[in-house]
Antibody, heavy 124, light 106 residues
Framework: QLQLQESGPGLVKPSETLSLNCTVS??????????WGWIRQPPGKGLEWIGS???????YYNPSLKSRVTISVDTSKNQFSLKLSSVTAADTAVYYC????????????????WGQGTLVTVSS | EIVMTQSPATLSVSPGERATLSCRAS??????LAWYQQKPGQAPRLLIY???TRATGIPARFSGSGSGTEFTLTISSLQSEDFAVYYC????????FGQGTKVEIK
């Protein structure tokens, strides 16, 4: 059964860079032709897609975050990573990683399964 | 960006009753729509994709319908474990979520 687990600091100072990893178990990140993504949820609010990556480097970023986001894949560790620079209090959220299901014509589509999420607080 | 609008924001329903949740897209997303359930402190769980296909392990009381800009999630007979927040998400053009509908006990 495929499982995803987020890891990284729970507290980041304003103007610094948020860094998270998502470790995939129960399947290979590079052998299954799926996209992998990051989604966040501010406390008490809704969900926002951050970006998605394919194991060979194909990437999509949310245009509203594109200037600050970097997503990468490390196939040797079976994980993918998120970096968000110049963070502010508005970036405080639970950050989730997920696999994207393959829809029509194998396009990356819905998110399933999800990691349990990790809360990142931006504060000095 | 395609904006997804869910209604109502909160739905009060008694156990055993039917719940009908709506999701509207600002432009057509064809059938490229998913629904998720989220309980407090948990990650979202995929319920429906392709507007009407239940994900693996999802009970038959959950059903989805619609295409284009108007979509509906129906829970035919609410069970205690169904009280949660529900989100729709389009994947026709990038990926965007609705703001959620909270289904609470009446």
């Amino acid at each position: 059964q495929l499982q995803l687990q987020e890891s990284g600091p729970g507290l980041v100072k304003p103007s610094e860079t948020l860094s998270l990893n998502c470790t995939v178990s129960g399947g290979s990140i590079s052998s299954s032709n799926y996209y992998w993504g990051w989604i966040r949820q501010p406390p008490g609010k809704g969900l926002e897609w951050i970006g998605s990556i394919y194991y060979n480097g194909g990437i999509y970023y949310n245009p509203s975050l594109k200037s600050r986001v970097t997503i990468s894949v490390d196939t040797s560790k079976n994980q993918f990573s998120l970096k968000l620079s110049s963070v502010t209090a508005a970036d405080t959220a639970v950050y989730y990683c997920a696999r994207l299901g393959r829809g029509i014509a194998a396009r990356p589509s819905w998110f399933d399964p999800w990691g349990q999420g990790t809360l990142v607080t931006v504060s000095s | 960006e395609i904006v997804m609008t869910q209604s109502p924001a909160t739905l009060s329903v008694s156990p055993g009753e039917r719940a009908t949740l709506s999701c509207r897209a600002s432009q057509s997303v064809s059938s490229n729509l998913a629904w998720y359930q989220q309980k407090p402190g948990q990650a979202p769980r995929l319920l429906i994709y392709g507007a009407s296909t239940r994900a693996t392990g999802i009970p038959a009381r959950f059903s989805g319908s619609g295409s284009g800009t108007e979509f509906t999630l129906t829970i035919s007979s609410l069970q205690s474990e169904d009280f949660a927040v529900y989100y729709c998400q389009q994947y026709n053009d990038w990926w965007t979520f609705g703001q959620g509908t909270k289904v609470e006990i009446k």
